[in-house]
């Protein structure tokens, strides 16, 4: 990398650590960004209890663009220059901070077998990305709640994105997050229109599964064991040029858990059953939020509840992007009355019931026509026109708001605090 960089060394004493920032960098918080990233470090050398390198290189270029690529002793990441001013943004910024620090880890050094030494020519099958990545991304922003850079209700907000997420992709029930590993090659890194409906990403499913493991080994040991130790065991004895198997990885799992979690690891990793999420939230003093508590908040008074609704209103569950006046359908997810009435991908949406498609889309049209409804759909489909006849739905409601739950034993209370603590202090007593 080349240029006028503005360059930070990091207030860390195990080793020179340097935040290097390239680009034109605007508002861009030049110092505030160094202690927050000096506060990853500080929280990932106590996590790990090792300084593998001689010093540290954050190489990050504000070119708006997105991304980030660990190498052994540095990192190269991509962002956007209000990243430190706009808060959401600020938090993905950090997480792909400690994302690729983490990755110094897990992934440079512990790695799958298949993948070290690494061959560049050649693709290399492994089915333990769920731990290369997922658990990457179960660490990333967990430590940032442990290192004090955002709040527990942020870290929350965080888990449920990716719940959402997962839940949201009717893939999860076609492909194993074994599988979804193994064939990264053919399908993560070439998704088309139908990745949603076939596949499911190792990187938030594998966040999900490192979550209800690390939670099951807290609850099952009572605290005094966690996901933790499984990182450090396994970073200790399988790091380096040999790697791990997957049975290696697993036999870390039952030996820290002090029991195999053979049916649980099979349902998580090579099976496509639903995630329990219930045994997490109840070991860590959580709950859902109850989707029907915000529309009371809204509504607020009983005046204003006397007031007339909208009913609701149908839902065809299709994609559309807005190119000019035309609407063109850009997903079709699985179950979704779309689906059942045949639309496809690319398909422009012309009208519905006779009446033409407004050119800000279709909203007004299924204002008035509540779930249930039997509407005609003209479709143009490689310029011709087609009628098909659907029924609309009910859209999905958001059931996966992941809370403190305020009724929560008092063991569930401590179980929470020591999951979100930091390791650079003493644990609570
Ligand atoms: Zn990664």
Redesign the pocket.
Known sequence: MLGNATVRTLDVEAAPHTLVLAGELGPWDVDGSAASVAAIVREQLAFWGSVPYDHYTFLNVVNEARG?L?HLDSTLMMTHRRATSVREDHVRWLGLVS??F??TWN?KRLRPAPLGPFDYENEAYTPSLWV??GL??YYDDLLLVRAGLITEKEYLGRITDQLTSVQETPGRRVQTLSQASADAWIKYYRKDENTVNTGISY?TKGMLVGWLLDSRIRCETDGKRSLDDVMRLAHARHSGAQGYTPEAFEAIIAEVAGTPLTDELDSWLRSTDELDYEPALACLGLRFADPDDKEEEADGDAAKASEPEDPPAGWLGAGLDARGARHVVVDVKRGTPAWDAGLNVDDELVAVDGYRVPTDGPGALWATLPPGSAVQLTISRRGVLRELPATLGEAPRDTWTVEVDPDASSDAVRQRSAWLASATAPAPR
């Open positions: 980030g660990e994302h690729e983490f990755h992934v290369a990545e990457t991304s990187y």
